[in-house]
């Protein structure tokens, strides 16, 4: 417990805790999905993009700001997306755990979340150049949580993940905009090709 104190003691700013985040592998298993609790991920040093953000979250919070989360939604043929919010005066930005070039940390420059989750709509394509993003959450917040459990489970946080899925979403298109997408070019998928680990 001592560690994990120290450990968030010193993750006091936004760009500390990506950088944290960076630091080790992406996790991902489709055979065996999970998605560990902040305090099992500082065990494990990995994380998927959700596990991340808990712990992206967690930190923010042991500081004294909202624990937030956004849920960036996709089409059914790709993954979704979540990453941890935070606000810099007036201005939002967000924290990312991803494996690709794509999809990361935002400088809070951003005026309101739509224009924050409006930022990841062009990069977020799949191999063959289909933009997929579809929609985004309001500000999840955290604390708001019937208990604070989720910070320190031994066991998977499905049901945290569900209420996420329940919240309310705005959608970014209408069928029509849809049809209508261009792909990414080429070159932009072969840069999204790139991985971290």
Request: aromatic letters at 10%; proline letters at 5%.
């Amino acid at each position: 417990m001592g560690d994990e104190k120290g450990l968030l003691s010193r993750l006091n700013k936004p760009v500390k805790i990506q950088n944290y985040l960076n630091n080790f592998p992406y996790h991902y298993d489709k055979r065996s999905p999970s998605l560990c609790s902040p305090r099992v991920v500082l065990q494990k040093r990995r994380a998927n993009c959700i596990e991340g953000a808990l712990l992206a979250a967690t930190a923010l919070w042991y500081h004294g700001r909202e624990p937030l989360l956004l849920d960036l939604v996709s089409d059914k043929s790709d993954l979704d997306h979540v990453v941890a919010l935070f606000k810099e005066g007036r201005y939002w930005g967000a924290i990312s755990k991803t494996n690709h070039v794509i999809l990361r940390y935002r400088e809070p420059v951003y005026k309101n979340v739509r224009e924050l989750a409006m930022s990841y709509f062009h990069e977020y394509f799949l191999d063959n150049g289909k933009k997929t993003l579809r929609s985004f959450s309001e500000p999840f917040y955290l604390s708001r949580l019937p208990d604070a459990s989720w910070v320190t489970s031994s066991d998977d946080l499905w049901e945290l993940a569900e209420r996420l899925d329940n919240s309310p979403h705005h959608k970014i298109l209408s069928p029509d905009m849809a049809r209508r997408l261009r792909l990414a070019d080429k070159i932009e998928r072969a840069v999204a090709k790139l991985i971290e680990w």
